[in-house]
T-cell receptor
């Protein structure tokens, strides 16, 4: 059983702070890693993808991957109230089959 | 560029009925995946189609089936509906046969009464 684990939260941070979201996965053969944001009542929106060990930055978002530790994280700098959502970690293996964590609920407090 | 289109957006069905959901991927994308999202189980993979062939299938009963047409549009069918099938059904579109980014449609909210 391939598992993706996330802290369910809720995670609350003040506006302007750094939000740190974590994810671990069980399948060492996993090759691709994604972070999605899902607002209440909406579908998931892709915000980051990462395929190699290390950091990948896109604006206020930084994804970090450590395959040896089977760990993926997402940092959100200068958090804004509009970042309040559920963040889903997804792990891909063969084809386009992804395993999702249950999500971390983030609230940014103005 | 148009996104992923799912129809209908909302459905209410009675137990025992069957339902067909439709998904039109992003133009040029050939891979379509289907997911079920419920509050208790999160997002669970149903199946994935690439070039009209089912490549992967999740751990769902045979009542759940799908197909993909030559224009990459996909349909998902659920027969003999059960109350537990009430969920948000999401379709995701990817560009190629390898592991690539997946973009979700708005989903179909199915309620079984």
């Amino acid at each position: 059983q391939k598992e993706v684990e996330q802290n369910s939260g809720p995670l609350s941070v003040p506006e302007g702070a750094i939000a740190s979201l974590n994810c671990t996965y069980s399948d060492r053969g996993s090759q691709s890693f994604f972070w999605y944001r899902q607002y209440s009542g909406k579908s998931p929106e892709l915000i980051m993808s990462i395929y190699s060990n290390g950091d990948k930055e896109d604006g206020r978002f930084t994804a970090q991957l450590n395959k040896a530790s089977q760990y993926v994280s997402l940092l959100i700098r200068d958090s804004q109230p509009s970042d309040s959502a559920t963040y889903l970690c997804a792990v891909g293996n063969t084809g386009n089959q992804f395993y999702f964590g249950t999500g971390t609920s983030l609230t940014v407090i103005p | 560029k148009a996104g992923v289109t799912q129809t209908p957006r909302y459905l209410i069905k009675t137990r025992g009925q069957q339902v067909t959901l439709s998904c039109s991927p992003i133009s040029g994308h050939r891979s379509v995946s289907w997911y079920q999202q419920t509050p208790g189980q999160g997002l669970q993979f149903l199946f994935e189609y690439f070039s009209e062939t089912q490549r992967n299938k999740g751990n769902f009963p045979g009542r759940f089936s799908g197909r993909q047409f030559s224009n990459s549009r996909s349909e998902m069918n659920v027969s003999t509906l059960e109350l537990g099938d009430s969920a948000l059904y999401l379709c995701a579109s990817s560009s190629s046969g390898g592991i690539t980014e997946a973009f979700f449609g708005q989903g179909t909210r199915l309620t079984v009464v």
